[in-house]
């Protein structure tokens, strides 16, 4: 595996509490990436980072927020988590802009 | 609006019969086009990537091709261990002005169940 590593792994929270998932790699990648991955949607980017402190919304970014005070971590933050977010949340790290992106293992995130 | 699409969404197959899955996609303009493998419980592990029509990658048993339209894995002599989601997403270009974020547009993908 890419230096990925996500945590929690798994979560269960309630419904209108704040969450924040995070992303830690060890490769130098400058660009990192939140997707969500639900079925009958495939992979949906969240939000993205091309930088420290440099980041931009993706597809579906409401009730989401992040932050990248640190090239090697990319938090996600669910602002009042519900029940619609509950999801499996894929972390992802490119070197560049054009090339292959690396995947970490998953959170799975239920909201109840 | 950018779309891609994955078929079949789940495939069966015997031990050594080959096969192929297909990614069709309409993108305003292709960059790249990449083919993923997801095991339960895993994240996308990157297999290829393809950047113009009539390039082909192979590794093991798996050569994926692309066309101006579409893009095919092709299976051959699939063994159990070859079970699982194979992901296709695009990449697009960028457009004057604006910057390349390197995001990906994927498919629902298919499923491929091979018994032995």
């Known amino acids: 595996d890419a230096g990925i590593t996500q945590s929690p792994r798994h979560k269960v929270t309630e419904t209108g509490t704040p969450v924040t998932l995070r992303c830690h790699q060890t490769e130098n990648h400058r660009y990192m990436y939140w997707y969500r991955q639900d079925p009958g949607h495939g992979l949906r980017l969240i939000h993205y980072s091309y930088g420290v402190k440099d980041t931009d919304k993706g597809e579906v970014s409401d009730g989401y927020s992040v932050s990248r005070s640190k090239t090697e971590d990319f938090l996600l933050t669910l602002e009042s988590a519900t029940s619609s977010q509950t999801s499996v949340y894929f972390c992802?790290?490119?070197?560049?802009?054009?090339?292959?992106?690396?995947f970490g293992q998953g959170t799975r995130l239920t909201v109840v | 609006e950018d779309q891609v699409t994955q078929s079949p969404e789940a495939l069966r197959l015997q031990e050594g019969e080959s096969s192929s899955l297909n990614c069709s996609y309409t993108v305003s303009g292709l960059r790249g086009l990449f083919w993923y493998r997801q095991d339960p419980g895993k994240g996308p592990e990157f297999l290829f990537t393809l950047y113009s029509a009539g390039e082909e990658k192979e590794k093991e048993r798996l050569k994926a091709t692309l066309t101006k339209k579409e893009s095919f894995l092709h299976i051959t002599a699939p063994k159990p261990e070859d079970s699982a989601t194979y992901l296709c997403?695009?990449?697009?270009?960028?457009?004057?002005?604006?910057?390349?974020?390197?995001?990906?547009?994927f498919g629902q993908g298919t499923t491929l169940q091979v018994k032995p």
């Open positions: 992802a790290i490119s070197w560049d802009s054009f090339g292959e992106a690396f």
């Open positions: 997403a695009v990449q697009k270009t960028t457009t004057p002005g604006s910057s390349n974020t390197g995001k990906l547009i």
